[in-house]
């Protein structure tokens, strides 16, 4: 080594960040045997996930949880549910991150009790809630309640935590699913920040925590980022990130100790750039996106959890995880990454960047404050349509082969490949049968829990005590305590609570949203145009209506509101009602709409229950010549079962050709109609 290399390097390594998989699936027992083995390989923390019910605050009986329960993530109905998920792994000495936002408050009340339960001192649970309701108003979808009773819920849960579980960090700010959902760097960052600004005006504001103490609530506010493969851009991100924190939480809220201020977030790589068309090439997007986060040091990640390379094809196998894993413990054992200060400091290319996205997140931040703030600007439908405009333009960028992805519109001959030469193994599936025995399981918790070995008092006080604290001012955490202590269902609580505080349907931004891609003459789009235009004549109707739904619990909705905002611009009447409908709402607005086809898009594994309802509802009520087109992450035996009960189409992430689908929607109203095919032009 050189004179002049040696001062670069430190004689000690820097610490590994936490690392992470998020994971949970079928039954806590499935779950609890998978976090075991997942610890003995060398992860350092858990990320749990759970199940849609449990996101939205259903029992697994629920008729919303109909073919979502276990599929997404874990169920955790009850206490004995959280007692059974973390059996043998001691909550004390585990950072454990908690994927759960409009029911937090819930299932952090199940951890700590469970908690006790094994002798720990809660004083000393380290973990996350993420708990960010704003980000499920636009982008993932899981809210229940409106702004107002929601963030009075994250306050309360805040100024508990402050008080009872210091080290806890009660809310997780999270841009992730904003990049998901369409943002652009400076979205991302001003959407947190405004998120987070709201967040501490409200608990500054509830008179619950003493001025002297904010900074313990600023040291205990943590963020959750997404990081594209533009990783240089990902990483001045970062960088602008911790910036404007450090600005906001000293001159906003007066924050005088630069630990409180400092910047702390956990990263996962952006899952929304994985492929389904040669997946194996999702392998080095994620390496590329996990350097973001981790090559600046002054910008670097406390936790990393990597999605597994075949996420766009369906639920990860224990082994695709193990490979996730890997790559963070190589870099982080085997390169020197972790002996250098930050590589990017004095760069002007990287401050030049820098500086461009913090002037461009304050102009947009200071936007939202003339709004009235992120709540204001949620319930006004400014921000949903921002995200659905910019996800829009993306699209047409990728269409148009502006923005190349690899496999996908360039580069797309491939050989064969190995991975996927049997894909009904290259992903894991969830056994139907688990649903079943899950109700059962909760029918039997509700009818034994008074009894030995549990006796837990009756759940009805409980319940009374917790709406008549949801009517008053008074904290909402030590009534939420007690309802997990009195055996009260996750159904329950959020019922009790649904009853005060009312429900929420965000606003879709899909009428709002501009035209991304013109109908010029000549182009994909105006082919389309007419195509739609002749159909409507041949049927003797001004317009060809469309209805897409969101059948179930999955509030992914960018793939829906993008096949509607193009449907739209290509001449269509669109019928979109936002997310979390049953069957027979879906085919009661089909019917009384009377639209000529009805798209449904499902992320969640729960297609084959209810799509198959949704066509047996239409055949009862003499509505076949409506055809039924499916879209989301739907396997291949999958899709084949589908079409064989009488799907007209499936699209899968393959299908990145928005203008040709709506174009094949067209198609599928003549053929249903028994028109004559169009000529498609030369």
């Given at each position: 080594?050189?004179?002049?290399?040696?001062?670069?390097?430190?004689?000690?390594?820097?610490?590994?960040?936490?690392?992470?998989?998020?994971?949970?699936?079928?039954?806590?027992?499935?779950?609890?045997?998978?976090?075991?083995?997942?610890?003995?390989?060398?992860?350092?923390?858990?990320?749990?996930?759970?199940?849609?019910?449990?996101?939205?605050?259903?029992?697994?009986?629920?008729?919303?949880?109909?073919?979502?329960?276990?599929?997404?993530?874990?169920?955790?109905?009850?206490?004995?549910?959280?007692?059974?998920?973390?059996?043998?792994?001691?909550?004390?000495?585990?950072?454990?991150?908690?994927?759960?936002?409009?029911?937090?408050?819930?299932?952090?009340?199940?951890?700590?009790?469970?908690?006790?339960?094994q002798g720990a001192d809660v004083t000393r649970l380290q973990?996350?809630?993420?708990?960010?309701?704003?980000?499920?108003?636009?982008?993932?979808?899981?809210?229940?309640?409106?702004?107002?009773?929601?963030?009075?819920?994250?306050?309360?849960?805040?100024?508990?935590?402050?008080?009872?579980?210091?080290?806890?960090?009660?809310?997780?700010?999270?841009?992730?699913?904003?990049?998901?959902?369409?943002?652009?760097?400076?979205?991302?960052?001003?959407?947190?920040?405004?998120?987070?600004?709201?967040?501490?005006?409200?608990?500054?504001?509830?008179?619950?925590?003493?001025?002297?103490?904010?900074?313990?609530?600023?040291?205990?506010?943590?963020?959750?980022?997404?990081?594209?493969?533009?990783?240089?851009?990902?990483?001045?991100?970062?960088?602008?990130?911790?910036?404007?924190?450090?600005?906001?939480?000293?001159?906003?809220?007066?924050?005088?100790?630069?630990?409180?201020?400092?910047?702390?977030?956990?990263?996962?790589?952006?899952?929304?750039?994985?492929?389904?068309?040669?997946?194996?090439?999702?392998?080095?997007?994620?390496?590329?996106?996990?350097?973001?986060?981790?090559?600046?040091?002054?910008?670097?990640?406390?936790?990393?959890?990597?999605?597994?390379?075949?996420?766009?094809?369906?639920?990860?196998?224990?082994?695709?995880?193990?490979?996730?894993?890997?790559?963070?413990?190589?870099?982080?054992?085997?390169?020197?990454?972790?002996?250098?200060?930050?590589?990017?400091?004095?760069?002007?290319?990287?401050?030049?960047?820098?500086?461009?996205?913090?002037?461009?997140?304050?102009?947009?931040?200071?936007?939202?404050?003339?709004?009235?703030?992120?709540?204001?600007?949620?319930?006004?439908?400014?921000?949903?349509?921002?995200?659905?405009?910019?996800?829009?333009?993306?699209?047409?960028?990728?269409?148009?082969?502006?923005?190349?992805?690899?496999?996908?519109n360039i580069f797309e001959t491939t050989e064969p490949n190995?991975?996927?030469?049997?894909?009904?193994?290259?992903?894991?599936?969830?056994?139907?049968?688990?649903?079943?025995?899950?109700?059962?399981?909760?029918?039997?918790?509700?009818?034994?829990?008074?009894?030995?070995?549990?006796?837990?008092?009756?759940?009805?006080?409980?319940?009374?005590?917790?709406?008549?604290?949801?009517?008053?001012?008074?904290?909402?955490?030590?009534?939420?305590?007690?309802?997990?202590?009195?055996?009260?269902?996750?159904?329950?609580?959020?019922?009790?609570?649904?009853?005060?505080?009312?429900?929420?349907?965000?606003?879709?931004?899909?009428?709002?949203?501009?035209?991304?891609?013109?109908?010029?003459?000549?182009?994909?789009?105006?082919?389309?145009?007419?195509?739609?235009?002749?159909?409507?004549?041949?049927?003797?109707?001004?317009?060809?209506?469309?209805?897409?739904?969101?059948?179930?619990?999955?509030?992914?909705?960018?793939?829906?509101?993008?096949?509607?905002?193009?449907?739209?611009?290509?001449?269509?009447?669109?019928?979109?009602?936002?997310?979390?409908?049953?069957?027979?709402?879906?085919?009661?607005?089909?019917?009384?709409?009377?639209?000529?086809?009805?798209?449904?898009?499902?992320?969640?594994?729960?297609?084959?229950?209810?799509?198959?309802?949704?066509?047996?509802?239409?055949?009862?009520?003499?509505?076949?010549?409506?055809?039924?087109?499916?879209?989301?992450?739907?396997?291949?035996?999958?899709?084949?079962?589908?079409?064989?009960?009488?799907?007209?189409?499936?699209?899968?992430?393959?299908?990145?050709?928005?203008?040709?689908?709506?174009?094949?929607?067209?198609?599928?109203?003549?053929?249903?109609?028994?028109?004559?095919?169009?000529?498609?032009?030369?």
């Amino acid at each position: 080594m050189t004179e002049r290399q040696t001062p670069q390097a430190r004689k000690e390594r820097d610490r590994p960040w936490l690392m992470r998989t998020y994971a949970g699936h079928s039954t806590a027992e499935a779950s609890n045997e998978l976090y075991r083995r997942n610890l003995a390989k060398g992860q350092t923390g858990l990320s749990v996930a759970f199940d849609l019910p449990t996101q939205t605050g259903y029992d697994s009986d629920h008729v919303l949880a109909r073919g979502e329960v276990g599929r997404v993530g874990v169920p955790v109905a009850h206490l004995g549910d959280m007692r059974r998920l973390f059996q043998d792994i001691p909550l004390e000495q585990m950072n454990t991150s908690m994927t759960i936002n409009a029911t937090a408050m819930w299932l952090l009340a199940l951890y700590q009790v469970v908690a006790e339960e094994q002798g720990a001192d809660v004083t000393r649970l380290q973990g996350t809630t993420q708990n960010d309701i704003v980000k499920e108003y636009l982008s993932r979808g899981t809210h229940v309640f409106p702004p107002g009773p929601s963030l009075r819920l994250t306050t309360d849960m805040i100024a508990y935590t402050v008080s009872h579980l210091p080290k806890w960090n009660p809310i997780n700010i999270c841009s992730y699913h904003l990049q998901e959902a369409g943002a652009t760097p400076v979205q991302e960052i001003a959407y947190a920040m405004s998120t987070a600004i709201a967040v501490l005006d409200a608990v500054r504001d509830s008179g619950q925590v003493p001025q002297e103490r904010m900074g313990d609530v600023v040291g205990r506010i943590s963020f959750f980022v997404n990081a594209g493969v533009r990783f240089i851009e990902e990483m001045c991100k970062m960088r602008a990130f911790g910036r404007i924190w450090d600005r906001v939480t000293h001159e906003r809220y007066g924050i005088e100790d630069p630990k409180h201020r400092r910047f702390r977030y956990g990263v996962q790589v952006n899952s929304l750039g994985l492929t389904e068309a040669q997946p194996e090439n999702n392998v080095q997007r994620i390496v590329l996106e996990m350097l973001a986060v981790t090559l600046s040091k002054d910008a670097r990640a406390r936790a990393v959890q990597l999605p597994a390379w075949n996420e766009a094809l369906g639920l990860p196998r224990p082994w695709d995880q193990q490979w996730s894993l890997r790559i963070q413990q190589v870099l982080a054992h085997e390169s020197d990454l972790l002996e250098y200060d930050d590589i990017f400091e004095g760069s002007k290319v990287i401050e030049a960047k820098v500086d461009e996205l913090v002037d461009a997140a304050f102009a947009e931040m200071d936007r939202i404050e003339e709004m009235g703030g992120a709540m204001a600007a949620v319930e006004s439908g400014y921000l949903k349509s921002q995200l659905v405009a910019s996800h829009a333009e993306r699209r047409a960028r990728i269409e148009s082969g502006q923005e190349k992805i690899v496999g996908v519109n360039i580069f797309e001959t491939t050989e064969p490949n190995p991975l996927t030469a049997d894909l009904d193994t290259a992903i894991q599936t969830v056994d139907p049968a688990v649903e079943a025995r899950v109700v059962a399981a909760l029918q039997e918790w509700r009818d034994t829990r008074y009894q030995p070995p549990f006796n837990h008092p009756r759940p009805c006080k409980a319940l009374e005590r917790l709406k008549e604290a949801a009517k008053g001012t008074d904290n909402l955490m030590e009534a939420t305590l007690e309802c997990a202590r009195a055996g009260v269902t996750t159904g329950e609580w959020a019922g009790a609570l649904r009853e005060v505080f009312g429900e929420f349907r965000a606003p879709t931004g899909v009428s709002s949203a501009p035209v991304a891609v013109t109908a010029e003459e000549g182009t994909a789009m105006a082919d389309v145009r007419r195509r739609v235009d002749a159909t409507a004549r041949d049927l003797g109707v001004g317009k060809l209506r469309f209805l897409v739904g969101k059948p179930g619990l999955d509030g992914h909705s960018n793939g829906a509101e993008q096949i509607a905002v193009r449907a739209r611009d290509a001449g269509f009447e669109v019928v979109y009602q936002g997310i979390r409908l049953t069957p027979e709402q879906i085919v009661d607005a089909a019917l009384a709409e009377d639209v000529h086809a009805v798209g449904l898009s499902i992320l969640s594994g729960s297609h084959a229950q209810l799509v198959p309802d949704v066509l047996e509802r239409l055949r009862v009520a003499g509505a076949t010549d409506i055809p039924v087109i499916a879209g989301g992450i739907i396997p291949n035996g999958d899709a084949e079962q589908l079409r064989a009960a009488g799907v007209a189409a499936v699209f899968t992430p393959k299908d990145f050709d928005i203008t040709g689908i709506i174009g094949r929607i067209v198609d599928e109203i003549r053929t249903a109609n028994k028109l004559d095919p169009l000529e498609v032009p030369a």
